[in-house]
């Protein structure tokens, strides 16, 4: 489902810019999470941030969600084709808050990963102090909904279609996971920037 709004078709450059101009607007440590199904490659997005933001004298620090995944017992416990046990059990979200986004608005500080998902074990990282002025960019997905706090969030979007089609059918039963999230977290609502990349190429921001 697509938000009302106007459809205006940007460069990923000029995407870019829009998304610094806005966190650069903000004093102080900024929180920037940049939400997505992986096949709209939010962690390029998220990257694409990062020079850009240093450029303008903001540190910059990048944190993965899917370095906050609940251990495998739990993600799988109902099996691993499971497309409600992946929209609610797949993600720490309160780890990811505890650990990460809260206490880096305090005082900077941040874990940059807890669990490592393919060894199904703590990764054992240092809490991190990131200085005055930096730029926190945390890229996933489903993320939204989840009472994270962001001061700003860029959510990505393609057609029901254009998702099946590039998930393809080795992860189709994702599918009902994601529709679930676009009815019930209402992505596209809740985001701050809403950036559709059908073809992404050729994004375009939707602006209401």
Do not use: C, N
Not at 3 to 18: D, W, Y
Not at 135 to 153: F, K, N
Not at 175 to 196: C, G, I, K, S
Request: hydrophobic letters at 45%; glycine letters at 6%; zero cysteines.
């Amino acid at each position: 489902m697509t938000p009302a709004g106007r459809i205006q078709p940007v460069t990923t450059a000029a995407l870019v810019e829009r998304i610094v101009q806005r966190v650069t607007a903000h004093a102080g440590r900024v929180r920037v999470l940049v939400d997505g199904a992986p096949p709209t490659r939010p962690d390029e997005l998220a990257d694409a941030l990062v020079d850009p933001l240093r450029a303008r004298g903001r540190p910059v620090v990048r944190v993965h969600a899917e370095d906050f995944l609940r251990p495998a017992s739990v993600r799988f416990e109902h099996g691993r084709d499971d497309p409600d046990a992946y929209l609610e059990d797949r993600l720490d979200a309160r780890a990811l808050q505890r650990e990460v986004l809260g206490p880096f608005a305090v005082d900077g500080t941040y874990l940059p990963s807890l669990w490592d998902a393919r060894r199904d074990r703590a990764t054992r990282a240092a809490a991190v102090r990131a200085p005055q002025g930096a730029v926190l960019v945390v890229d996933g997905e489903l993320l939204l909904g989840r009472w994270l706090d962001a001061d700003l969030t860029v959510h990505l979007t393609v057609r029901p279609d254009t998702l099946a089609r590039r998930l393809g059918p080795e992860h189709a039963w994702q599918l009902p996971a994601f529709a679930r999230y676009e009815d019930e977290a209402t992505p596209q609502d809740a985001a701050d920037v809403v950036v559709r990349v059908d073809d992404p190429r050729h994004p375009a921001l939707v602006e209401r």
